[in-house]
């Protein structure tokens, strides 16, 4: 019997894994997979906004929120497979995903792996490249940082790349919720994400065998993943969509909602009635 309601549990590839679940039971089903440092409550107004015609889902990667962390390192196909195997404890055949930054590394990794498991796949935020290798040493860098410096500071630092000039003005109080959710993200958490990133092995080359169909959004002011890198997706991925979300940075869903829910439910809902 399926439950409805936010912060529910299931064990999922022996850890318990916490995720939100909400619309109607016989709906198209939508993943939502949140980006790093952060938690499921990221997609808070994207679920509201579309709970009435889809079943919607948030989860909260292993390590993250109040997901368990397992033992052995993290890694992007690791947090594939804890998608694919959230699932099929869920008993959920097929979905619609949507992954921003970190989700759309996982979003592309299950998608290779099980292509046949999903309708539709938004990627917001994110790059199918590998990390450069002065990518690379930052992520190190950054985890001494985090060892010498504390969490507290991460935080702070991060917020000024994770946000557009503007919304750091503007959005006062998605601001706190974001440093909230950074700050509830444990150390070694971050430090077993970074490692994950620093492995992290590059999706474009296998870009051209998705046959579903695809939505791509990055923010106009996006520093992390830059609006050029949206574009090499774009480019590479047969009829996908690609859109600029005005008036945000790295997270566009928080800093632009109105926009964001507007482009991902004229495609989901193209998607969903074409099919």
Same mark, same amino acid.
């Given at each position: 019997?399926?439950?409805?309601?936010?912060?529910?549990?299931?064990? *999922?590839?022996?850890?318990? *894994?916490?995720?939100?679940?909400?619309?109607?039971?016989?709906?198209?089903?939508?993943?939502?997979?949140?980006?790093?440092?952060?938690? !499921?409550?990221?997609?808070?107004?994207?679920?509201?906004?579309?709970?009435?015609?889809?079943? *919607? /889902? $948030?989860?909260?990667?292993?390590?993250?929120? $109040?997901?368990?962390?397992?033992?052995?390192?993290? %890694? /992007?196909?690791?947090?594939?497979?804890?998608?694919? %195997?959230?699932?099929?404890?869920?008993?959920?055949?097929?979905?619609?995903?949507?992954?921003?930054?970190?989700?759309?590394?996982?979003?592309?990794?299950?998608?290779?792996?099980?292509?046949?498991?999903?309708?539709?796949? /938004?990627?917001?935020? +994110?790059?199918?490249?590998?990390? +450069?290798?002065?990518?690379?040493?930052?992520?190190?860098? +950054?985890?001494?940082?985090?060892?010498?410096?504390?969490?507290?500071?991460?935080?702070? @630092? &991060? /917020?000024?790349?994770?946000?557009?000039?503007?919304?750091?003005?503007? !959005?006062?109080?998605?601001? $706190?919720?974001?440093? @909230?959710?950074?700050?509830?993200?444990?150390?070694? %958490?971050?430090?077993? +994400?970074?490692?994950?990133?620093?492995?992290? !092995?590059?999706?474009?080359?296998?870009?051209?065998?998705?046959? *579903?169909?695809?939505?791509?959004?990055?923010?106009? @002011?996006?520093?992390?993943?830059?609006?050029?890198?949206?574009?090499?997706?774009?480019?590479?991925?047969?009829? &996908?969509?690609?859109?600029?979300?005005?008036?945000?940075?790295?997270?566009?869903?928080?800093?632009?909602?109105?926009?964001?829910?507007?482009?991902?439910?004229?495609?989901? %809902?193209?998607?969903?009635?074409?099919?």
């Amino acid at each position: 019997m399926r439950e409805i309601g936010n912060n529910m549990k299931i064990t *999922v590839n022996d850890i318990t *894994v916490s995720y939100n679940d909400d619309g109607e039971d016989q709906a198209p089903v939508i993943i939502f997979i949140h980006g790093f440092p952060f938690n !499921k409550a990221m997609w808070d107004k994207q679920l509201k906004a579309l709970k009435e015609n889809y079943r *919607v /889902i $948030a989860y909260d990667v292993r390590g993250h929120g $109040a997901s368990d962390f397992g033992t052995g390192d993290f %890694s /992007i196909d690791l947090f594939a497979d804890d998608l694919l %195997s959230f699932m099929d404890a869920m008993k959920i055949d097929k979905a619609m995903l949507c992954g921003l930054s970190m989700g759309g590394y996982i979003a592309l990794s299950a998608i290779e792996k099980h292509p046949d498991r999903f309708d539709a796949l /938004i990627l917001s935020d +994110t790059t199918c490249l590998a990390d +450069t290798p002065e990518a690379k040493e930052k992520r190190l860098k +950054t985890i001494e940082s985090i060892k010498k410096k504390g969490v507290s500071k991460f935080a702070d @630092e &991060s /917020i000024k790349n994770l946000f557009a000039p503007e919304s750091l003005s503007t !959005k006062e109080k998605e601001i $706190a919720h974001v440093r @909230e959710m950074i700050l509830n993200t444990t150390q070694e %958490s971050l430090y077993k +994400t970074l490692r994950a990133f620093y492995e992290r !092995k590059e999706t474009c080359s296998k870009l051209q065998d998705i046959n *579903v169909p695809v939505l791509i959004l990055v923010g106009k @002011e996006d520093k992390i993943t830059l609006p050029e890198a949206a574009q090499v997706m774009h480019e590479k991925i047969e009829d &996908s969509l690609f859109s600029i979300i005005e008036h945000a940075g790295h997270l566009s869903n928080i800093e632009n909602p109105l926009e964001f829910n507007k482009q991902i439910e004229e495609f989901f %809902s193209t998607v969903y009635y074409s099919g």
